[in-house]
């Protein structure tokens, strides 16, 4: 028994998605579809070409400023998110701004010693892990 309980504190301790750093997510980080987001340190961002619609591309993009904070919806989702305000700086799009919930993506079980692999949103079903994925840039 006294096993038993050591593996589940292990593999609970494990298993945890630790907070990412504001260090982690600084960075240029771009989309296979080319779409781009530059967080910076002061807590804005630049996005380019970031999709109004992820389950239908086609309905166009939005580009421009943004806010963003690292926050944990657990009512949502056991990932760590970047919440993402993103205000369009051309006055011919059709939407003036978007918010988003970006989730990290860690390596391994996203223990303590993982590495953020990727920021993304789910395209539909969660289950079927289809995913629309920002990778980031070596700088």
């Known amino acids: 028994m006294k096993y038993f309980l ?4 292990i593999l609970f301790v494990g298993c945890t998605h630790p907070k990412p ?5 600084i960075g240029t980080w771009v989309s296979s579809d080319g779409a781009i987001i530059v967080f910076k340190q002061n807590a804005k961002a630049a996005v380019i070409d970031f ?6 591309i086609k309905k166009g993009v939005i580009n421009g400023d943004a806010r963003w ?3 944990n919806r657990k009512s949502i989702t056991p990932f ?3 919440d993402i305000s993103i205000s369009s700086n051309l006055s011919s799009d059709k ?3 978007t918010r988003e919930l970006l989730l ?9 010693d993982s ?5 993304f949103l789910w395209i539909g079903d969660p289950d079927l892990d289809e995913r629309y994925e920002f990778h980031r840039l070596l700088d």
């Open 51 to 56: 999709p109004l619609d992820i389950q239908d």
């Open 6 to 9: 050591c593996f589940f504190v």
């Open 104 to 112: 990290v993506s860690r390596s391994g079980l996203g223990g303590s």
């Open 115 to 119: 590495k953020i692999t990727s920021l």
């Open 95 to 97: 939407e003036k701004g």
């Open 69 to 71: 904070i690292i926050e």
């Open 21 to 25: 750093s504001k260090e982690e997510i």
């Open 80 to 82: 760590w998110g970047i």
